[in-house]
């Protein structure tokens, strides 16, 4: 079975920290890398994806880092807020089959303390 | 702009009960899937809709799951009957279509149905 694996399970980060979360994958023909954040209570929410032919996207404090030799992808959340305090999932899905299935990576929560 | 909307929030049931879960999409995704996420555990795909054909079910238990998208907007997951390891939440995600531009679509979930089966 196709599979993402999330490290670390949980992060607790000081106010004002980088919060660093890791994934890895196995399926080579995976093409298109999400980050969803949930509160507790809500459905996941997007919040940045990247595709294979780049190594980094930043959006605001969220920056993506790519590694397609290694076949890894993080998550960089700088100057954190407590307002993170979310649970935080990579996903990954390929396109060649046509049908864009997520698989999700089991989530790591974190907590930012003030 | 409205979100996926989903209905009950909540359902606590005795096992072998029947038990069905709502969803309305975003207005226009042509895409809707239906996940279960477990305690602890990332959403993993049931079914997935394009307009009312259910196009990839072959995670979904069908001897005792059913779903449908009758007229391609709504859809409604059935579970008959329930059992204890169903406890979980049932997320509904949509999307605009596979042939949008840009290929890969942003899949948007509702809050989802926290299930409890006693």
């Known amino acids: 079975q196709q599979q993402v694996k999330q490290s670390p399970q949980s992060l607790i980060v000081q106010k004002g920290g980088i919060s660093i979360i890791n994934c890895a994958y196995e399926?080579?023909?995976?093409?298109?890398f999400p980050w969803y954040q949930q509160f507790p209570g809500k459905g996941p929410a997007l919040l940045i994806a990247?595709?294979?032919?780049?190594s980094e996207k930043k959006e605001g404090r969220f920056t993506i880092s790519f590694n397609k030799s290694a076949k890894q992808f993080s998550l960089h959340i700088m100057d954190s807020q407590p307002g993170d305090s979310a649970t935080y999932f990579c996903?990954?899905?390929?396109?060649?089959?046509?049908?864009?299935?997520?698989?999700f990576g089991k989530g790591t929560k974190l907590s930012v303390i003030p | 702009e409205a979100g996926v909307v989903q209905s009950p929030r909540y359902k606590i049931i005795e096992k072998k009960q029947p038990v069905a879960f709502w969803c309305n999409p975003i207005?226009?995704?042509?895409?809707l899937y239906w996940y279960r996420q477990n305690l602890g555990q990332g959403p993993e795909l049931l079914i997935r809709?394009?307009?009312?054909?259910?196009?990839?079910d072959s995670q979904l238990p069908k001897d005792r799951f059913s779903a449908e998208r009758l007229k391609g907007v709504d859809s409604t997951l059935k579970i008959q009957p329930a059992e204890l390891g169903d406890s979980a939440v049932y997320l509904c995600?949509?999307?605009?279509?596979?042939?949008?531009?840009?290929?890969?679509?942003?899949?948007?979930f509702g809050p989802g149905t926290r299930l409890l089966v006693l």
């Open positions: 995600a949509s999307s605009l279509g596979l042939f949008s531009a840009g290929g890969q679509e942003t899949q948007y």
């Open positions: 399926n080579t023909a995976f093409d298109y």
């Open positions: 990247i595709r294979p032919d780049v």
């Open positions: 996903a990954a899905s390929s396109s060649g089959a046509g049908s864009y299935q997520l698989t």
């Open positions: 207005s226009g995704h042509n895409t």
């Open positions: 809709y394009e307009n009312e054909e259910a196009v990839d």
